[in-house]
Structure formats: C-alpha cells, structure tokens
C-alpha cells in the first residue's frame, strides 16, 4: 500500500512568508502527527491530529498551526517565517488506536528560509 | 516527562564488527521505546520496539535491542555491521497512553568502514 505521502518535497521561502506544507497519511490511518527536524535541535514533536482534531501539541510558537480534514489528509502551516524554521519537516501516521501503533514516516519536506 | 539520552552522536565501526548504539530514557511511567533509522535524504524507518513483554526485541535487518528496567537503558546492537548500515538512527520515547506524542534522541550517525 501506499506510504505516507508529503508535498511539496522541497521549498525555499523568504523571511515574513508563510508556508503551507500538506501530509497524506496510509491509507485507514486516521492520526497524523508532524515533527521539525533540524541539526542543531534534532527531532521536535509539532502536534498530532486525531479525526480532524488536535490531540497533543508540542512546545512551538503559535505561527505553526495545523489541521486535518475528513479523509485524514493534514497540512501544516507555517507564518512569518524566520531563518530558524528552516529544516526537514516529518509527517507520520498511524491508526492512533494507542502508544503501540506503529507510526509510519513519510520523506519529508525540506524548507529553507532565506 | 520522558526524555531520551543517545550517547555518541557519531560512531565508527568496521564491516563485520559489532555495532552498539547507547541509547537511554527516563520517563516517570512505563515507556514503549523505538529505535528508527533514517538514510540521506529519506523520512524515518521503524527498526523495532519494545511496549511489554519480552525485554529482548528483534527487528528489520538483523538489528535488536534489550529493555534494561533497572539501567534504563534500550541499546541497539547488530552482530556484524554491513556497509548499508551507515545511516543515522534515533531512540525514542512515547508514553503508554501517551498516544502520538513521541520524543526523540539526537541521533546517532553511524559510519561503517570497508
């Protein structure tokens, strides 16, 4: 079956921008969660959707938001962005029964903000 | 809060030799712990995880790791590393009931060398 799928793979942004990164999960995966990762910071949990709902949310400002629609497809959104947001963004999903799903990553999607 | 510990961001091995990555948690309720593997250029791969049971867990590609309670520690280990296991790998941490919300280590980058 088809895995977790991200678009765009690659983006370059300028500072004060906002950015729109999309996320289809497997297909009967209904929770989608998001992660920043950077070098200096490594992986960073961003929020996690359940049913079109946001289940847990990790320590990031307020100009990352996200959402998930009814066919659990997610986007995440980014505003005003700074130098510092750039870096590879995860989505995973899973069936979000519980702790002992297996979450399954897509690629990414790689911004750069100049 | 849990969080994970990954001693040795880079590690050196020879092929045929054993590989050992440190991995270690804290967390004030009972853990499930993952080890995943991330190649250039690619999202995250589930190698295995621990939730209950058999502290000795066994995944993809001849890699395991064993549940130590008392040291809180998952290591990763391989017998023999193969040059396609240069890769970078990261422990992680999710709470039981914790559904989504997983934290990572920094990362290890393991090099193999021929």
């Known amino acids: 079956k088809a895995g977790v799928t991200q678009t765009p793979r690659y983006l370059i942004k300028t500072r004060g921008q906002q950015v729109t990164l999309s996320c289809s999960p497997i297909s009967g995966h209904r929770s989608v969660s998001w992660y920043q990762q950077t070098p200096g910071q490594g992986l960073q949990f961003l929020f996690e959707?359940?049913?079109?709902?946001?289940?847990n949310k990790g320590n990031f400002p307020g100009r990352f938001s996200g959402r998930q629609f009814s066919n659990s497809r997610s986007e995440m959104n980014v505003s005003t962005l700074e130098l510092g947001d750039s870096a590879l963004y995860l989505c995973?999903?899973?069936f979000g029964q519980g702790s002992t799903d297996t979450i399954y990553f897509g690629e990414g999607s790689w911004l750069t903000v100049v | 809060a849990q969080s994970v510990t990954q001693l040795g961001s880079h590690v050196s091995v020879s092929e045929g030799a054993l590989v050992l990555l440190r991995c270690n948690y804290s967390s004030s309720v009972p853990p499930y712990l993952f080890w995943y593997v991330q190649y250039p250029n690619q999202g995250l791969q589930l190698l295995l995880k621990y939730t209950t049971g058999a502290t000795l867990v066994k995944g993809i590609n001849g890699f395991e790791a064993e549940f130590k309670k008392s040291e809180t520690s998952f290591h990763l280990t391989k017998p023999s590393a193969h040059m396609s296991d240069a890769a970078e790998y990261f422990c992680a941490v999710c709470l039981s009931g914790g559904y989504q919300k997983v934290t990572f280590g920094i990362g290890t980058k393991l090099q193999v060398i021929p």
């Open positions: 995973a999903s899973s």
């Open positions: 959707y359940f049913s079109e709902t946001q289940r």
